[in-house]
C-alpha cells in the first residue's frame, strides 16, 4: 500500500470554485459562498490504484488584489494546481491564465486541472470561440480542462482523480 501527500494550490474567484470544493470536500452544498482571506487549506484523500492513496492538501489561494505580495509564498511546494474560472465571464479565463503564469514562474511546470464552471448558463452559440481559445490553453500547457456546473460533483471529482493520477505518474517518473 502506497500513500503520497501532495500539496494541490487551487485559484478562482470565490463565487466561480467555492460551491464545488464545498461539495468535493465536505460533501455538503451551500447556496452561500465564504471569501477566501489569504490561504484556506483544505484535505481530500484519493484512491487513485487499488490499496493506493494521496491525500491532497489543497491550498485555497484568494485572489484578491491585496494578497498579490503573498501568493507566491503558498505556491512553494505544490505538486499540482487546480484553477478555476467563470465561463460567463471571460475576465475570469484572463485573470486564470495570469495566475497560471504566476504559480509557473515559482513552482515550475507542473500538472494542472482547469475547471470553467457554470456551463450551465452558457448561451452556447456566443461562446464557441472563447471555449476553444481555453481547450487551446490548457493543451498547449499541458494540463487538461473541464467543463461543469455547481452541482456536477462526479465530473469534478473525477477531473481530481485524473490530476491526482498524474501528479504521482511525474513524481515516480523523477
Request: glycine content about 6%; proline content about 1%; hydrophobic content about 40%.
Amino acid at each position: 500500500m502506497s500513500c503520497f501527500k501532495l500539496k494541490v494550490i487551487l485559484i478562482g474567484r470565490d463565487l466561480v470554485k467555492n460551491r464545488l470544493i464545498q461539495r468535493i470536500i465536505k460533501n455538503r452544498f451551500s447556496a452561500n459562498y465564504k471569501l477566501t482571506v489569504g490561504v484556506d487549506i483544505l484535505t481530500k484523500d484519493v484512491e487513485f490504484d487499488l490499496n493506493e492513496f494521496a491525500t491532497l492538501s489543497i491550498w485555497d489561494i484568494g485572489y484578491q488584489q491585496r494578497f498579490e505580495f503573498i501568493r507566491s509564498t503558498f505556491y512553494k511546494g505544490a505538486a499540482g494546481i487546480i484553477l478555476f474560472f467563470d465561463l460567463t465571464k471571460e475576465e475570469t479565463f484572463t485573470e486564470v491564465r495570469n495566475w497560471f503564469t504566476e504559480i509557473v514562474q515559482t513552482t515550475g511546470d507542473k500538472p494542472f486541472l482547469l475547471i470553467g464552471n457554470f456551463v450551465n448558463l452558457l448561451e452556447r452559440e456566443h461562446k464557441v470561440l472563447f471555449r476553444n481559445e481555453v481547450r487551446g490553453f490548457a493543451e498547449n500547457e499541458g494540463g487538461f480542462y473541464i467543463e461543469t456546473t455547481p452541482y456536477e460533483i462526479d465530473v469534478v471529482e473525477n477531473a481530481i482523480y485524473t490530476l491526482t493520477r498524474r501528479i504521482i505518474d511525474v513524481r515516480t517518473r523523477n
